[in-house]
């Protein structure tokens, strides 16, 4: 089952540095999102990318974030300096790929990747 | 903005049956969602359903959604100490953002 990969799995930073972190989405899909998880709260959504444009971005995504698909698979999220609030774990996920084949992805659901826990000291 | 509430917490015995319940506020929501976070994991998709059905059953799982009340409830059948985890609804319109809920922490007792 084709899945959403991201890495690094842990990213220590120290306040200030740049940080970029990585995802592969589902191929064939075409949106693709970034959220976040602060320890003990709910997950927020901080953008979403479509036709290499960002298409929808919350309060949280201020001019400290940027997001790139600098090819055909990747997908990243940079920070560029870090904040000691900007510590979570950041989800990508994908969506709105056509059903293709024996793959039994519905369009429009999203998928999430494992996560990729940011600690900034 | 939109809005998704769930309880904090649900404590069931093992092989007892689990509902967890959400309410939310877009009446544009087309998608509802329940995702499983096991602790340190990621989001695991358990099951969406379409805002135009009322149930959906998926092996122990069923979803019942009531779009006139905007309550969505996941019920469990036959709860094992390995569904122990944290539950979000989450919910979005088309393709747009997720808005998810805080999540309902599951507890089974063996």
């Known amino acids: 089952e084709p899945e959403v990969t991201q890495t690094p799995s842990h990213q ?3 306040m200030g540095q740049e940080v970029i972190l990585r995802c592969v989405p589902i191929s064939n899909h075409l949106y ?3 959220y976040r998880q602060i320890l003990g709260q709910k997950v927020e959504f901080l953008v979403s990318f479509y036709n290499n444009e960002i ?3 919350s309060e949280i995504f201020d001019d400290q974030f940027s997001v790139e698909r600098p090819d ?3 997908f990243t999220l940079k920070i ?3 904040k000691l609030e900007d510590s979570a774990m950041y989800f990508c996920a994908s969506g709105g790929g056509a059903r293709t084949g024996s793959l039994n992805l519905a369009k429009n659901i999203q998928y999430f990747g494992p996560g990729t826990r940011l600690s900034v000291t | 903005g939109e809005d998704v509430e769930q309880s ?3 404590s069931v015995r093992e092989g007892d049956s689990s509902v967890i319940n959400c309410t939310y506020t877009d009446s544009s929501s087309t998608y509802l969602y329940w995702y499983k976070q096991e602790p340190g994991a990621g989001l695991q998709l358990l099951t969406y359903i379409f805002s135009n059905m009322d149930m959906k059953q998926d092996q122990r799982l069923t979803v019942l959604l009531n779009k006139k009340d905007k309550h969505l409830s996941l019920r469990i059948a036959d709860t094992q100490t390995g569904d122990s985890a944290i539950y979000f609804c989450a919910e979005s319109a088309g393709r747009r953002a997720l808005t998810f809920g805080s999540g309902t922490r599951l507890q089974v007792q063996p």
């Open chain 1, 12 to 14: 220590v930073t120290q």
């Open chain 1, 55 to 57: 298409s929808e971005k």
């Open chain 1, 80 to 82: 560029r300096s870090t």
């Open chain 1, 72 to 74: 055909g698979s990747n």
């Open chain 2, 8 to 10: 904090l917490f649900l």
């Open chain 1, 32 to 34: 693709f999102y970034w």
